[in-house]
């Protein structure tokens, strides 16, 4: 038997949710396939979406080369534009579509030739205060982009800070700004959280990203009250079990202890596959189809979990960390995380395998 931990992929899920985000979108939905499609394969992923996206965007100039080196012709966007000269070449070269979030951007591609304008999205800061121009200097901006016989603006975009959150005050600051304002190009504003919250926002693009592996992007609404299906279902199965007395500890640190007498499950999964190692005990593992909690610390390449109550377990039963059984968001709440994360920290000695 090889070990057993595995990533089943279910492509007909991300399918799914695409679809969910497009019923919600005003008109376009890029696909946000960046940081190795959080974690699933960002190749894997444009292929599964191939027939229906409208477009893909990913983080950086390198992630649009892979797509377009394995053949799609898609709309691709690169959320933090070039970050040099020699980007802006690849990816006029390709393409690409690349975001201007700073001046310096402009002056990067002076002097540069393209056979074809390289289409941009200029990037507005209305309150995350990471990337983009302010409202203020963005109209200079546009008249620098226009004025670029290399460039042709498409699209003016921002990015929510408090999107996901209940309390919308801060996003109908944000959202109000880029409304109101005068753009002589259509908008792109929405990610996952913005597009599912209430009201649908008129823009031209939404960038949905969280919600197509099946993450909420809510707070305050769980993944299936949204419709959403995971992608992904962690799988591993027991290598061990055997008994321990109560009062005996279990692990490194014997940070547990057991209360009782009780059947302790191993299951060949941990940290060095990405299951997070600060997971505490009681976070929810399902062994042969009952949710046990686990106990002790997070190992390299295992846990333990309580089995007691499920006396059919044995060596080879199945179990599942996150995905269909296990809802991934109260794995990552428990750690004090996001699905996001956990799904980025699945580490390459993972396989992943298409379940459809
Ligand atoms: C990552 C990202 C998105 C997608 O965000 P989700 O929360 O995953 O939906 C959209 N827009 C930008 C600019 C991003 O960086």
Known sequence: ????????????????????????????????????GYGHGLEACANALASEAD???????????RIRSAGFD????????????????VAADLGLQLVVHHEQQLQDCQGLEFRYPVPVWLKINSGMNRLGIRVDDANSIIIQIEANDNLQLVHVMSHFATADEADDAFFTE?????????????????????LMRDESIAEAVSRPGIMLYGSSPLAEKTASELDLRPVMSLQSALISTHEVAAGEGVGYGHSWVAERDTRVGVVAIGYGDGYPRHAPVGTPVNVAGVECPLIGRVSM???????????TAQIGSSVQLWGELVDIDRVAALCGTIGYELYCQVTPRVPRVTLQ
């Not at 534009?81 to 980007?87: L, P, Q, S, T």
């Not at 390449?301 to 006396?311: A, F, G, L």
């Open 1 to 36: 038997m090889t070990r057993p931990v595995r990533a089943l992929l279910k492509w007909s899920n991300l399918r799914h949710n695409y679809r969910v985000a497009k019923r919600r979108a005003a008109a376009l939905a890029y696909a946000v396939i960046k940081a190795n």
């Open 55 to 65: 477009g893909f965007a990913v983080a950086c100039v390198d992630e649009g080369v």
């Open 74 to 89: 898609h709309p691709i966007l690169v959320l933090q534009g070039a970050y040099n000269a020699e980007e802006w070449q």
């Open 174 to 194: 944000q959202r109000q700004i880029m409304l109101k304002h005068d753009w002589p190009v259509p908008l792109s504003l929405s990610n996952s959280a913005a």
């Open 301 to 311: 390449d295992m846990i333990t979990v309580d089995i007691t109550d499920v006396p």
